[in-house]
Nanobody, 123 residues
Framework: QVQLVESGGGLVQAGASLRLSCAASGRTSSAYGMAWFRQAPGKERELVAAISGGLSTWYADAVKGRFTISRDNAVSTTYLQMNSLKPEDTAVYYC?????????????????WGQGTQVTVSS
């Protein structure tokens, strides 16, 4: 079993930056695909960014140029650097892992999930 724990969320002003961390433990592998999803009230969960075991990346159009996903396999941690935050980025952010190793759009492609961390961006 794999356990994922997110940290780094908080309340910030528009234009600020945050870095989210996802620490993995248990039966982890550098070959797993890793992703960040977010869910705002009344909306479906959406993929924000993903990184494959081979380090290919994917970003949602809404965050391209502002967010960067990366991973440090030595410490089993995946990061989401968020710059130029906007109020519409406000959501609960979730970390997910896929045994299949790629970058996938849909939640059902991911096998393990963290508990989520709240990001709130004020005007």
């Amino acid at each position: 079993q794999v356990q994922l724990v997110e940290s780094g969320g908080g309340l910030v002003q528009a234009g600020a930056s945050l870095r989210l961390s996802c620490a993995a433990s248990g039966r982890t592998s550098s070959a797993y695909g890793m992703a960040w999803f977010r869910q705002a009230p009344g909306k479906e969960r959406e993929l924000v960014a993903a990184i494959s075991g081979g380090l290919s990346t994917w970003y949602a159009d809404a965050v391209k140029g502002r967010f960067t996903i990366s991973r440090d396999n030595a410490v089993s941690t995946t990061y989401l650097q968020m710059n130029s935050l906007k109020p519409e980025d406000t959501a609960v952010y979730y970390c997910a892992a896929s045994r299949s190793g790629g970058t996938y759009l849909f939640s059902r492609s991911y096998d393990h999930w963290g508990q989520g961390t709240q990001v709130t961006v004020s005007s």
